[in-house]
């Protein structure tokens, strides 16, 4: 079997594992769900906004930007995008887990952000986060973007993959 090969099937195993591993934090999150210390969405893959996470949603022509305020000591489960996007840290420090590994952000910096992937965010400090995502239809209304940019869980993200190849 060749370098490749192995490592790619090591990277299969670590993958599949966090994705367990974040899947159970997320139900064992909504489980003890209180609104005020555990904010959890319901049937919905994005944190809205709230007093422990402030949201903003900026719109121009073909592009929606989505400002996260994460307090100190703030742990966000980020949702399955469906299609390649920048992310800015503008203030603050985050650690940024995921598939590929645990990485500390210091702002300013960016994150290229690949599809198909969940990540959890801690923050260290206060921090401000910015996830820019194509908008080619212009769509303001919060609920139905999200259905454009966002897999509710990992079987509707690869169902969206087998039918847009």
């Known amino acids: 079997m060749s370098k ?3 490592e790619e099937l090591k990277h299969n195993e670590v993958s599949n594992n966090f994705r367990k591993k974040v899947i159970k934090l997320e139900e064992t999150l ?3 769900a209180d609104g005020e210390n555990i904010i959890v969405g319901t049937n919905k893959p994005i944190v809205t906004d709230s007093d422990k996470i402030p949201i903003k949603h900026f719109f121009m022509e073909g592009v929606y930007v989505r400002e996260m305020t994460m307090f100190k000591g703030t742990v966000v489960v980020g949702a399955i995008h469906k299609h390649l996007h920048m992310c800015f840290l503008l203030s603050g420090c985050l650690t940024v887990s995921d598939e590929n590994g645990t990485r500390d952000y210091m702002a300013p910096c960016y994150i290229v952000s690949t599809p198909g992937i969940k990540r959890v965010l801690y923050a260290h400090e ?3 986060w910015y996830n820019v995502h194509k908008n ?9 973007l999200e259905k454009e940019i966002v ?6 993200y690869e169902q969206y ?5």
């Open 161 to 165: 993959i087998n039918e847009n190849k």
């Open 30 to 32: 909504r489980n003890n």
């Open 4 to 6: 490749n090969k192995i």
């Open 136 to 144: 080619p239809k212009n769509i303001e209304e919060i609920e139905e």
């Open 126 to 128: 206060d921090s401000v």
């Open 151 to 156: 897999a509710l869980n990992y079987e509707e």
